[in-house]
């Protein structure tokens, strides 16, 4: 392969901090729509396995361009990966990078969030679609079904019928109806969803980082347990925040009427 081609393909996705404390995840192949192929996918997990070493971004949001966040697997690279292939490559490993990141990410959709774009969405702790957003789990069309979370996660956030709805037909919805239903958090002008998303990245970034990410782990992990389960581990991190120092600064703000500064600790 050449250094140029080299070049191009690892700028499929672009890793960028605009400000202190906040990372932008940009999805950056516009010529196909940021379909999401082995080396995109690669790349997302590589930003964020790098973002978990760095205890100074405290919030990220994850996008495309305004024509589409993600729309959805590389078919053209699918038609020529055999299932062994597939297995090999092991995109769950790709997917999970993610999935683990423990500080709040953002999802600022614009366009077609499809298929794994759409997947992608929704590992994310919040999502804000312009007008223009188009949902959906396509893949029955072709044949085949979710395979990075679409049923799992949908059904969760959805509940059983929309899901079903979604994912038999493949048909796509609106920013409008993903946000009646409880997929997205709100519709935007597109023109105004980055500042939207850096605007609500500044105001988890002015807050406690280890509160935000026990109140992640417990949002994300609760529902798997029992009631009496999920409650002990709401005690358990309500219990280790209040010997933190940011809890401690927060309190002494409080009372000599200032603002805080959290430091993570």
Do not use: W
Request: glycine fraction near 8%.
């Amino acid at each position: 392969m050449s250094d140029a081609i080299q070049e191009n393909t690892d700028q499929e996705v672009l890793l960028e901090f605009p400000e202190e404390y906040i990372a932008v995840v940009r999805i950056n192949r516009p010529k196909a729509y940021n379909a999401l192929n082995l080396n995109v996918r690669s790349l997302i997990a590589e930003k964020f396995n790098e973002l978990k070493a760095r205890e100074d971004i405290r919030a990220v949001i994850l996008t495309g361009n305004e024509k589409a966040f993600a729309a959805g697997a590389d078919l053209k690279e699918m038609s020529v990966l055999s299932a062994v292939d597939y297995y090999k490559a092991h995109v769950e490993r790709l997917y999970n990078a993610f999935a683990d990141y423990p500080r709040p990410v953002i999802a600022a959709v614009n366009g077609f969030a499809l298929g794994g774009g759409m997947e992608l969405a929704m590992i994310s702790d919040i999502i804000l679609a312009g007008k223009s957003a188009k949902f959906g789990q396509p893949e029955v069309k072709v044949g085949v079904m979710p395979g990075a979370g679409g049923s799992q996660r949908l059904v969760r956030a959805v509940g059983k019928y929309n899901a079903m709805r979604m994912c038999l037909t493949g048909m796509m919805i609106g920013a409008d109806e993903a946000k009646d239903m409880g997929l997205a958090c709100e519709v935007l002008d597109d023109d105004q969803v980055m500042v939207r998303a850096m605007d609500m990245a500044r105001e988890l970034a002015a807050l406690p980082p280890l509160g935000l990410e026990h109140i992640k782990y417990a949002i994300l992990h609760g529902p798997d347990m029992s009631l009496e389960s999920a409650l002990g581990l709401e005690r358990k991190s309500m219990q280790v925040l209040l010997s933190s120092k940011d809890r401690a600064e927060a309190t002494a703000a409080f009372l000599e009427k200032r603002s805080a500064t959290f430091t993570g600790e």
